[in-house]
T-cell receptor
Framework: GAGVSQSPSNKVTEKGKDVELRCDPI?????LYWYRQRLGQGLEFLIY????????KSGLPSDRFSAERTGESVSTLTIQRTQQEDSAVYLC?????????????FGPGTRLTVL | SQKIEQNSEALNIQEGKTATLTCNYT??????LQWYRQDPGRGPVFLLL?????KEKRKERLKVTFDTTLKQSLFHITASQPADSATYLC???????????FGSGTRLLVRP
């Protein structure tokens, strides 16, 4: 069966440009998460969607970051006016529900490089 | 301050030996703790979950312990194989939340 997919796999952009990253979760998974992983570091929570509830945006590092989700399917993470410190791998994960005991299924990530 | 600590140095062991990885945390009271495996260029893959009222969990060659007094989890791989070489991440889940709070991971290298 299909897992979580993300596109593009790699993105190189110039400082100041906007980028849009896409995540397709596993069908039927109501919860969707975005994380950022800097080189050699753990995953940093960015945002969480659960069904039709208001998203938890508490992890977004600045107002340049935003995310949307269409129903219980695809999500896009947008970074406006990119900065060099935004360079990282952006990982998307989905799970059956938002419960604490649910394992998260991760996509392969999008590697973003800001020149 | 709140911290999750995993050994930043790689753990290098001989095939067949038991690998033991440590996850220590400070100023957290997690209800659950999860372990994930991450290979280069890929997203993490879930391995095991242990609840705060469980002391030990096993799955095939994997064993996880959770000591809420010591604020520590140990992750063991018995009869290690070169294919076990990867980075292993621990993640805490608080009782009041659904977010995973990740450690920075420990890289395991298993020599043939």
């Amino acid at each position: 069966g299909a897992g979580v997919s993300q596109s593009p796999s790699n993105k190189v952009t110039e400082k100041g440009k906007d980028v849009e990253l896409r995540c397709d979760p596993i069908s039927g998974h109501t919860a969707l998460y975005w994380y950022r992983q800097r080189l050699g570091q753990g995953l940093e929570f960015l945002i969480y969607f659960q069904g039709n509830s208001a998203p938890d945006k508490s992890g977004l590092p600045s107002d340049r970051f935003s995310a949307e989700r269409t129903g219980e399917s695809v999500s896009t993470l947008t970074i406006q006016r990119t900065q060099q410190e935004d360079s990282a791998v952006y990982l998307c994960a989905s799970s059956l529900g938002g419960g604490r005991a649910h394992e998260q299924f991760f996509g392969p990530g999008t590697r973003l490089t800001v020149l | 301050s709140q911290k999750i600590e995993q050994n930043s140095e790689a753990l290098n062991i001989q095939e067949g030996k038991t690998a033991t990885l440590t996850c220590n945390y400070t100023n957290y009271s997690p209800a659950y703790l999860q372990w994930y495996r991450q290979d280069p260029g890929r997203g993490p893959v879930f391995l095991l979950l242990i609840r705060e009222n469980e002391k030990e969990k096993r799955k095939e060659r994997l064993k996880v312990t959770f000591d809420t007094t010591l604020k520590q989890s140990l992750f063991h791989i018995t009869a290690s194989q070169p294919a076990d070489s990867a980075t292993y991440l621990c993640a805490l889940v608080m009782d009041s939340s659904y977010k995973l709070i990740f450690g920075s991971g420990t890289r395991l290298l298993v020599r043939p």
